[in-house]
């Protein structure tokens, strides 16, 4: 029986760690993964790029149990979807991304859903319990809610400046983890 990891590979694949990237023990990063500098992977996170490749930016953050998965190539669904998430990003506790593109400078709020193959641009807040349903479009500079969600406002330029802090925010918090 092998020793419990946060890395795992699957058919030939190993997650790719950029520089300081924190995971906590007990989440899971599996397959074609790759993690840009400065990314946290907290507790019951998982990250599985079994069928597809999953590539997330720099100083972006999977917080407590999210589950972030690929759409894999079928004849339902030829190419697939994989998942690619942007710089800045910060994924609220127990969201799910699947099969999604994510620009950079992205709060998702808690528990909320993004589906295959849908899109959503830089400068994007997706609120608490909201779901974006599969192929749907989220233009930036706005405020997204509901199930489906659909634009709420425009983003005020104080919500803009929240972006990076939450995500320096997220990166003194993993570098605190790391130094213990």
Known sequence: MREPSALRSFQG?????????????QSLVLGDVTLGDDCSVWPMAVVRGDMH????????????????HITHASDFNPGGHPLTIGDDVTIGH?????GCTLGSRILVGMGAIVMDGAVVEDEVIIAAGAVVTPGKRLEGGHVYA????????????????FF??????????KDQYLAE
């Open 13 to 25: 694949h190993t997650p790719r760690l950029g520089e300081r990237v924190y995971l906590d023990p």
């Open 94 to 98: 127990k969201a799910i991304l699947h």
């Open 146 to 161: 509901g199930n489906p969600a659909k634009p709420l406002r425009a983003l005020k330029e104080s919500e803009r400046a």
């Open 164 to 173: 990076t802090y939450t995500a320096g925010n997220y990166v003194k918090l």
């Open 53 to 68: 490749r999953i590539r997330i930016g720099a100083r972006s953050s999977v917080q407590d149990g999210c589950v972030l």
